[in-house]
């Protein structure tokens, strides 16, 4: 037994020693590349917990199936990435955990990159990760939360909430020469709210670009939760081929998973609840044998592009960036309940001519209880094969669906399901769960928009002087009303909002000596009520205005909302406008009823601040109802460059008001408008023009007195009038 350790010594001498995996505790930069540097399969490299700021973490090394080399956290949720900051990975048998990036934005492409130079990754795993609000503070720069590159990564247990900039936020990039197999598996996931971003490059999640599209990526998305990514109208936007998307729950969010480019991906047994909520979107079909299986959408309240569900016109012998003919797959055993729309044929226009063929269409159930029929036939459907197929409602020509009576109850897992066992076989099956927000994300994250901490009370603040109302505003919390008493508060200087207040005072004046009384500012959003509003006093310059949104760029959408107030004597200058956008900000939101406006000699609301062809614009919808308005330069003037088809809006409503000797309206690329119950009186004409995407016009029951008719004109559809002008009244 002596002799042992004599022979164990001789064997390390003529063998080597052992290498034994360490745990490598690292508080700076230095330390952490350094340990990189030397890391040897099965080490483990932990950053001290505290704040790592502007750090370019770059992981780079080779780990083994049975030893990867671990990037951690000292204690989960200890580890904040701030500033500007990347985390870079190459190599092999990689895993990072536990960290969260927050309080920055990512320092070049993205936060999370699994290549570094023309080196990507292999056989990674990044599990407990969040990324919550690391936003690049202009709104315009493009960059993504997660870009993978490489083969074989899961990204697991992680939370993402709260990109406010352009960029898709999750993507998989397939470029020539890279590996196009990837292998990727998304599961267990959180995605939270994503506000809508007013331009294209807003999805959640992007696998692959249209220029790779053609082959088959691999990438599985299962198991996650999708709730309020309100980006733009795709949530997932799918453009390569061989991806399965399964077992998701789609929570109230606007858009919908898109089959955009590539062919023979799955999109099965998926919940998708949305709630009667705008927008609100299920599944569109585009491409070779897509297959739609076992689904369940309910309350999904989106048209067009974001309809509950869609099958696309094709472009004849289309570019790899436009829209390829549906050919084959099947779209079976889906269950619709309460959908606003489903389309057949959806696009469908002189471009897109080629409509769907040999696509099976069976065993579906759709029963809606709403006012109206859901169903829209775009195109010819003899290239659509429908068997089996129920509804509660009558059908257009073309839809096969028989109509049968559906009486629906709720199962254990709290769908609906025809009580009838004889159609036990429709529909999506009743072993569908949804994921448990318990499942998914990291279990010792606890985000501050689901936190237990409570925000400070709303106050009502009585205000008697125009100091007063100087300091209140400064001072204000979300949810403050200041609550002006009688008389006149003359301000000299602009009021910055940067709070979600009220301002309200049945018989206050406000009278101001700026360019400008409110300017909406980083995090603020304003409601007037009872007011009155002089522009006597503001200076003799060009381009005033009442509320003007931040010459700084935004990221939080604000809104504006005026009720029963009075703005007057706005007209001794030129471009006198009431509301101004301004670049790199928007609104959500600009609502204004009940309320007069007399001698403006600018807009009532000036929305042309975004120029160029990025698609993008500033206020995502417009609400006018009851207005008074006399002398006014014009109406409203709000524009939308571009021809991409990705955004909800712009959307306006003019309803029930009497204009008089006044300009009149021009909208250009707005999405939806509503033009109803005016009366024009001596006014300019109203002016739409639809240009991109599936615009909705609709002018009826107005009079137009001493006024010319409205004009609505196409810049690019070659078709009929894509509008409704009826019952109106000229005099």
Not at 547 to 571: G, W
Not at 682 to 708: C, D, M, Q, Y
Request: aromatic share 6%.
């Amino acid at each position: 037994m002596r002799r042992y350790p004599a022979i164990l010594a001789a064997f390390l001498m003529a063998f080597g020693s052992p290498v034994l995996a360490r745990d490598i505790v690292v508080r700076s930069s230095a330390e952490m590349q350094a340990a990189i540097k030397a890391a040897q399969p099965g080490d483990q490299i932990i950053l001290a917990n505290g704040d790592w700021r502007d750090v370019d973490i770059q992981f780079d090394a080779q780990g083994t199936a049975a030893k990867p080399i671990i990037l951690k956290a000292m204690t989960p949720g200890k580890v904040i990435v701030s500033g500007a900051s990347a985390l870079r990975l190459a190599g092999r048998h990689l895993v990072v955990k536990d960290l969260v990036f927050r309080s920055g934005q990512p320092l070049g492409e993205a936060a999370i990159v699994t290549r570094i130079g023309n080196r990507w990754a292999e056989n990674a795993r990044l599990t407990g990760i969040v990324i919550d609000g690391f936003s690049n503070p202009d709104r315009r720069k493009e960059d993504h939360w997660v870009a993978l590159y490489g083969r074989n990564i899961r990204f697991d247990h992680s939370h993402f909430e709260g990109k406010q900039n352009l960029g898709a936020m999750f993507v998989v990039i397939r470029m020539p020469g890279w590996p196009l197999d990837n292998n990727i598996r998304l599961d267990h996931n959180y995605f939270g709210p994503r506000p809508v971003l007013g331009s294209n490059g807003g999805e959640t999640l992007r696998i692959g670009t249209s220029e790779e599209s053609l082959s088959p990526s691999g990438t599985v998305i299962e198991d996650n939760i999708f709730e309020r990514c309100d980006g733009e109208v795709e949530v997932i936007s799918i453009k390569s081929g061989g991806n399965t998307i399964r077992r998701n729950l789609f929570l109230r969010s606007q858009g919908a998973v898109v089959l955009r480019h590539g062919n023979g991906n799955l999109v099965e047994s998926n919940i998708f609840l949305g709630m009667g909520e705008a927008n609100t979107g299920g599944i569109r079909v585009i491409n070779r044998d897509q297959t739609v299986r076992n689904n369940y959408l309910e309350g999904l309240a989106g048209g067009n592009f974001t309809a509950a569900l869609s099958i696309m016109n094709g472009v004849p012998n289309s570019v790899i960036n436009r829209y390829h003919q549906v050919v084959g797959g099947e779209i079976a055993n889906n269950t619709l309940v309460n959908p606003v729309s489903i389309l057949f044929g959806a696009g469908a226009s002189a471009e897109r001519s080629a409509a769907p063929e040999g696509v099976k269409v069976t065993k579906n159930l759709v029963v809606t209880d709403l006012s109206h029929a859901p169903f829209r036939v775009d195109a010819p459907t003899t290239g659509i094969q429908f068997a089996g197929n129920v509804t509660n409602i009558s059908v257009p020509d073309g839809v096969g669906f028989e109509q049968k009576p559906v009486a629906l109850r709720r199962g254990a897992n709290g769908l609906l399901y025809p009580r009838n066992q004889a159609m036990a076989d429709l529909g999506a099956s009743r072993q569908l769960v949804a994921p448990k927000r318990s499942a998914v994300g990291p279990a010792w994250y606890r985000p501050a928009s689901q936190s237990a901490v409570q925000p400070k009370p709303s106050r009502t603040v009585t205000i008697q002087t125009s100091g007063a109302l100087v300091a209140a505003l400064a001072n204000a919390h979300d949810g403050d009303v200041l609550q002006l008493g009688k008389g006149t508060f003359t301000l000299d200087e602009p009021l910055p909002v940067r709070r979600d207040v009220t301002i309200s005072g049945a018989g206050a004046h406000i009278s101001f000596r700026a360019a400008t009384l409110f300017v909406m500012e980083e995090g603020g959003s304003l409601t007037l009520r009872g007011l009155t509003i002089s522009g006597k006093e503001a200076p003799s310059a060009v381009g005033n205005a009442v509320i003007r949104s931040s010459p700084r760029t935004m990221l939080t959408n604000y809104v504006v909302d005026i009720e029963d107030c009075l703005f007057l004597d706005l007209a001794h200058t030129t471009q006198f406008d009431l509301i101004a956008t301004t670049p790199a900000t928007f609104a959500g939101k600009v609502r204004i009823a009940k309320t007069q406006v007399t001698d403006l000699s600018g807009a009532v609301l000036a929305a042309t601040s975004e120029r160029g062809n990025a698609g993008l614009y500033p206020v995502e919808e417009i609400e006018f109802e009851q207005l008074s308005l006399t002398r006014v330069g014009m109406i409203a003037d709000v524009l939308r460059q571009g021809t991409d088809e990705s955004t909800f809006g712009p959307r306006f409503s003019l309803l029930d008001s009497q204009i008089t000797e006044s300009g009149g309206v021009r909208l250009s690329g707005v999405q939806v408008t509503r033009i109803s119950q005016n009366r024009f009186l001596r006014s300019a004409k109203l002016e739409v023009i639809h240009s991109v995407g599936e615009p909705s016009t609709r002018i009826t029951n107005n009079e137009f007195a001493a006024s010319p008719p409205p004009v609505v004109s196409e810049l690019y559809f070659k078709g009929p009038l894509r509008a409704e002008i009826r019952d109106n009244r000229l005099q």
